[in-house]
């Protein structure tokens, strides 16, 4: 099965964006630019949205998601939307007990530390039936977003795998690495089971609509390499066999990967998302100058006045020359307390320095 | 001032204990070893302790604190002692109002975040006076230790300007990080505020009878190898320079800082501390082959079964040879819910394979 005729990058409505363009390789006219969390908490419109909403309800509501999603397309003129959802929407469709509690993140009713646990896990599935609401929201949105692609979201199996484990967000994921190390049998069933959920996610995401992808492994700094190769690289190359044959493109982030980036990209990425840590130029000789890079904006200077800023996009740009192709984002998330004016400030600088 | 005529390392009790030979670059008959956080929340004789006291008491009390840093070298034979404080308490003795809540970490009554909260702060400073416990506890703990080196204990001042402009343990230091870009004349001068407390509270340390010390720099790995050079590499040489002419060796350590190690060790340090991420003999080689390491045993593997650990040991003292000195620890603290058999027995295979 391919993609429906009616699919933006067959009916050729985005298929020469620049955005699909960059992570095809290519050199478009104009850099593309988004921002990962561009659709959220910075915006006052998606406050109004989100009024007596919770968090996994508005992504599971096609008509809200969808909304959510066009919002920062609309205000700030980016070159792409990134489809409104949350890590653990997955598993909440699988028919995990999971909920996002306001200021905590994602919580489990049982977290997953023995064998039996993940016996019991492996009896869910994520169904087509269960993916409604995503293709309808997705098909929502596309139909609004024009010649504007969309990017699908889903977070990679290990950081599926660690919220599942530690129950609850922590700083190391120190439970989840144990579990790799002292029963990695119970480990691998985990992150298998975890490849395909997050994987049929992805996929109903492109089918319905989306014109590329992302991949997230939030976590996955808090790797060694070794640990990376042995026992999380592969769950990743499973979720991403879910979207393999399709003409869409692969996007694959972390935070504090500098030491995980080639092997981040032979799970099966095109484009590697760079974290603010490590400078574009950097980080294409460590991929060998073959790979697109998007990133990778600090975050921490969205807060400073408008020349220190300034000068450091247009060092990101100047950076991000070095790779075969760039597309700019933050190298790490929108945080909430971002005046979205100087977002939308920024994407008219990207554009005119191109 | 040099060291009294009392101190261990001139009336030689420690001067050629094996880990303080390692600190010197050499290598002694056995392989020395102790764990980050050894004195702590795994021992059940530390727990019994610390009954109805706050942490922040249990640091200041010197009979309390001296105890709970010999615990661990009584019980599993440790080549160092590493005196129980915490990274805030020199801001406590400074005047700071800063408290640890249980579960949370280092709350501070009042962030700071404008110019003229650092104005008030520096009006603040760690006196002599103030330091009569810490100097106390470690007379009482270097006279129980015998030819058993302690280390002395201090953050370093991007850590605790971290927990200051944030108010609050955080991910990703953004506050502060966005101070440092938004307001950069601030910044410097809270760090060199912190650099001059944590610096004072070192050499303290020193002068009662520490042998060695060390300074955590925990957040360091949120910085880009040029910000870390910029803006906060300045504050932790003058925080050292508050022990240079001192004739103990300063080891520094961070986690996530694998694009930083040079930067770190060129700060004034003379041994480098290694996360687990990276493996010794790559850390060794990012230094040039000659700075003595401190690493690296992965906490993940502490609920392994024996004969994984015991691997995963050998691996590390294996590792550690490429170096000209190595004294064997943990990657990162000792979790609370380790079993302390399990580290005994480390401290056992180490020795006997040295």
Redesign the interface.
Known sequence: MNLPDTHPLVDGRTTNAPLIQAFRGERPGITPIWFMRQAGRSLPEYRDLRQGVGMLESCLRPDLASEITLQPVRRHGVDAGIFFSDIVVPLRLAGVDVDIAPGVGPVLGAAVRTSQDVDRLLEKELTDEAMAPVREAVALTVDQLGTTPLIGFAGAPFTLAAYMVEGRPS??H?AA??M???DPESWSRLTGWAADVTGRFLRGQVLAGASATQLFDSWA??????DYETHVGPSSARALSHVHGLPVSVVHFG??T??LLPAMRSVGADVIGVD????LDEANTLLGGTTPLQGNI????????WP?LEA?VRDVVERGRSAPAHVVNLG?GV?PETDPTVLTRIVELVHSIS
């Open positions: 700083r190391d120190l690495r144990t790799m190390h002292a700094g808090s790797l060694s390499l070794a935070t504090g500098v030491h603010y840590r490590t400078p600090d975050p921490a200077y969205l807060g400073a006045p220190v450091h790490h945080p």
